[in-house]
C-alpha cells in the first residue's frame, strides 16, 4: 500500500538517497591513506597483492618491484602517497603484472621457483 509522504519528508528522503547513491558510486573521492585497505593473498606460486589507491589516477600510480619488495607511490603535487610491503619468498621481477579498476590496484608477483636440494652422497 503506498504511503503519502510530506513533500518535506519525502524531499529529506531523495536527497538522503542521493547522497547515499554518490558515496556507493563513488562520485566523491577522497585521497589513499597509509591506513587504506590492502590484502595480500599468497598462492602456491604467487603472491596477489590488493590496494585501494583511493583517487589516484592510474597514470599517477608507480608500481616498483625489487626480489623481495613492492613499493607502490602515487605523484600527486597535493597527496604524495606510498605504500611497501615485504614478501618472504623472492619474487620473478620480470614476470609482475597489475592492473588497475575501480580504484583498486592489483598486482600478481610469481614466486621464483625453489630448487630442490640434492642430498650428497
Not at 556507493?24 to 585521497?31: A, E, V
Not at 618491484?65 to 600527486?76: D, G, I, Q
Not at 609482475?96 to 636440494?117: D, F, G, H, Q
Amino acid at each position: 500500500m503506498p504511503r503519502f509522504l510530506p513533500p518535506i519528508v519525502a524531499d529529506f528522503q531523495r536527497d538522503f538517497d542521493e547522497l547515499f547513491d554518490e558515496l556507493l558510486i563513488g562520485r566523491w573521492h577522497t585521497p589513499a591513506t597509509e591506513s587504506d585497505p590492502a590484502m595480500v593473498l599468497e598462492h602456491k606460486n604467487a603472491y596477489e597483492v590488493r590496494l585501494c589507491t583511493g583517487a589516484f589516477k592510474p597514470s599517477e600510480l608507480e608500481v616498483v618491484v625489487n626480489e623481495k619488495n613492492l613499493t607502490v607511490r602515487a605523484r600527486h603535487p597535493d597527496n604524495p602517497w606510498e605504500r611497501r610491503l615485504t614478501f618472504t619468498d623472492p619474487v620473478q621481477t620480470e614476470k609482475v603484472s597489475a592492473k588497475w579498476a575501480n580504484r583498486i590496484l592489483t598486482v600478481v608477483l610469481p614466486k621464483k621457483s625453489k630448487r630442490p636440494r640434492t642430498e650428497r652422497k
